[in-house]
């Protein structure tokens, strides 16, 4: 089951979201994940639990929701005056937040609780729109620069899948050295 869409933006179901969410932040920071259940979730937000099965349908899509916004970038990516300092000061804030303790827990979640694939996709779309910025950014500078396509694949698919399955393999310097790759590599259309 997959969270249903909300039916109007606002009002109480961005409430009941909200209170939701902050819950089950709270519990873990004070009581850790062990004591996250959706009783628990349910009583500190102050909704019965049948509203949060039916809003999300379990625990771990519930921790699936919370964790992808917990994967929004808070802000625009920093603008340091040219692609190559704009992309490789990106990439390195991505690997520094993908790759630390909460930010692999939140990777867990968001995929583990997603069996039809829609937060990835919203995950995606985050890095998406931020490479998008940067890029628009070169553009308006009248650089040149690669797809958005090109710098997840030769940049942020390369750091998930060492984030994943290879963290022993991650430096700063990793993440600059595909930047650069990405650069090198003759934009294309598709």
Not at 37 to 57: L, M
Not at 75 to 90: F, H, V
Not at 139 to 159: F, I, K, M, S, Y
Request: charged share 25%; net charge negative; hydrophobic share 45%.
């Amino acid at each position: 089951m997959t969270p249903k869409p909300m039916s109007r933006p606002g009002g109480r179901s961005a409430r009941v979201q909200a209170a939701v969410h902050a819950a089950v932040r709270d519990i873990e920071a004070e009581q850790g994940r062990a004591a996250l259940t959706v009783p628990a979730v349910a009583a500190r937000a102050g909704v019965t639990p049948s509203t949060i099965y039916r809003r999300w349908g379990d625990l771990h899509e519930l921790l699936s929701d919370v964790a992808v916004e917990r994967l929004r970038p808070e802000e625009p990516p920093a603008d340091r005056g040219s692609l190559d300092a704009d992309l490789t000061t990106w990439a390195r804030q991505f690997l520094d937040e993908m790759a630390s303790g909460p930010g692999r827990a939140a990777i867990r979640d968001a995929l583990l609780g997603d069996p039809d694939g829609s937060n990835a996709g919203r995950c995606s779309a985050y890095a998406a729109d931020q490479i998008d910025a940067v890029l628009a950014r070169a553009a308006a500078r009248g650089e040149t620069a690669p797809t958005v396509d090109a710098v997840l694949d030769h940049v942020v698919a390369p750091l998930m899948y060492r984030i994943l399955f290879r963290p022993e393999r991650l430096t700063p310097a990793y993440a600059e050295e595909l930047v650069r790759a990405a650069l090198a590599t003759p934009p294309s259309s598709g």
